[in-house]
C-alpha cells in the first residue's frame, strides 16, 4: 500500500523492513519534476529521518522511464528574462539538499531514461543502480541553458572532468553500459531485474548498524567536501569514530559476529 504525495505525483511505500521507497509517477509529463514533486520529496525525506524505522531509501520511477527531467513547461515565457532562474531553483535546489543530507543511504533505481534535472537527482543519491535499457544525458546544450555550478560539481566529483565535459558539451545520451564504465552508476541489471535488485540492496544496507551507516556515510560526504580539514572538524570525526567503541551497537555487533547470527540494532 503506497501513500500518494504530491497530488498522486510521488508515492511512498515501504518494500521491505526498515526501507522507504520514494516513486516518481506524472506520466503525463515523462516523470519531470515539477514544483510539487520536488517540494514533497523536500518535506518527506526529513520525515523518514526518525529513530531507526528507515536506515535506507529508494527513489525511483514509474515506467518506463526515472525522469525526463526538470519540468520547464511550467515557466511562463514572460519570466525567463526576469525570474525564471528562481522559478526553477527553488524548489530544485531544495529537494537535492534533502536528499544530499539525508543521514541514511540513498539509492537511485534508475529505471529507464534518466535526463537532465532527473541525473542530478540520481547522482545525488549515494547509490545508482540501473536498467540495461536506460539513457542517461545532460541536455542543457540543447535548451539554451548554462547548467547550475553546484550541480556541475556533483558531477564533477562523481566522473570526473573528461566525462562531465562530454556529458555537458555533446548533449548526447548514454547507454547504461557506458555509464557504469565511467562511473556514472555503480551497476547495470537486466530491464525486469531492477525493481527487485534495488530493494534487495536497500535492505542488505538496511540490515546494517545504523550509527556505522550514519556516521559513515557523514565522514564520507564531510571529507568530499572538504579536501582540507580543519582542526574543528578533524577533532570531530575523530570524536565520531570514538563514540561508537561505547555504543551498544558496537557490543552488539561483535557478539553477533562471535555467534555467527543477525545482530539486533538498537541505534544506541
Known amino acids: 500500500m503506497s501513500e500518494q504525495l504530491a497530488g498522486g505525483k510521488l508515492l511512498l511505500d515501504r518494500p521491505a523492513e526498515a526501507v522507504a521507497r520514494l516513486t516518481i509517477s506524472n506520466p503525463e509529463r515523462r516523470n519531470a519534476l515539477d514544483h510539487e514533486i520536488l517540494d514533497a520529496i523536500a518535506e518527506v525525506l526529513p520525515q523518514l529521518d526518525r529513530g531507526i524505522e528507515t536506515r535506507c531509501v529508494v527513489i525511483t520511477g514509474a515506467p518506463p522511464l526515472f525522469s525526463a527531467g526538470y ?49 542530478e537527482l540520481a547522482i545525488t543519491c549515494d547509490l545508482r543502480i540501473c536498467a540495461a535499457g536506460a539513457k542517461l544525458g545532460m541536455p542543457p546544450a540543447k535548451l539554451g541553458l548554462i547548467y547550475g555550478h553546484t550541480g556541475l560539481r556533483k558531477f564533477l566529483d562523481t566522473i570526473g572532468l573528461p566525462y562531465t565535459k562530454e556529458l555537458f558539451l555533446t548533449g548526447r545520451n548514454l547507454a547504461a553500459a557506458r555509464a557504469e564504465r565511467i562511473g556514472l552508476v555503480n551497476e547495470v541489471v537486466d530491464n525486469e531485474d531492477l525493481a527487485d535488485t534495488a530493494v534487495a540492496l536497500a535492505a542488505a544496507i538496511a540490515e546494517n548498524a545504523p550509527l556505522s551507516m550514519r556516521g559513515n556515510k557523514h565522514a564520507i560526504d564531510l571529507l568530499q567536501a572538504n579536501p582540507e580539514l580543519t582542526e574543528q572538524q578533524e577533532a570531530g570525526l575523530v570524536a565520531l569514530r570514538e563514540s561508537c567503541f561505547s555504543s551498544e551497537d558496537f557490543r552488539e555487533g561483535i557478539r553477533a559476529f562471535a555467534e555467527k547470527r543477525r545482530a539486533r540494532w538498537t541505534g544506541r
Do not use: Y
Open 71 to 119: 519540468d520547464i513547461s511550467g515557466i511562463p515565457e514572460q519570466t525567463f528574462e526576469r525570474d525564471a532562474e528562481a522559478l526553477v531553483a527553488h524548489p530544485f535546489h531544495a529537494a537535492m539538499e534533502a536528499i544530499a543530507k539525508h543521514p541514511w543511504p540513498t539509492v537511485a533505481a534508475i529505471n529507464g531514461h534518466c535526463l537532465g534535472g532527473g541525473l
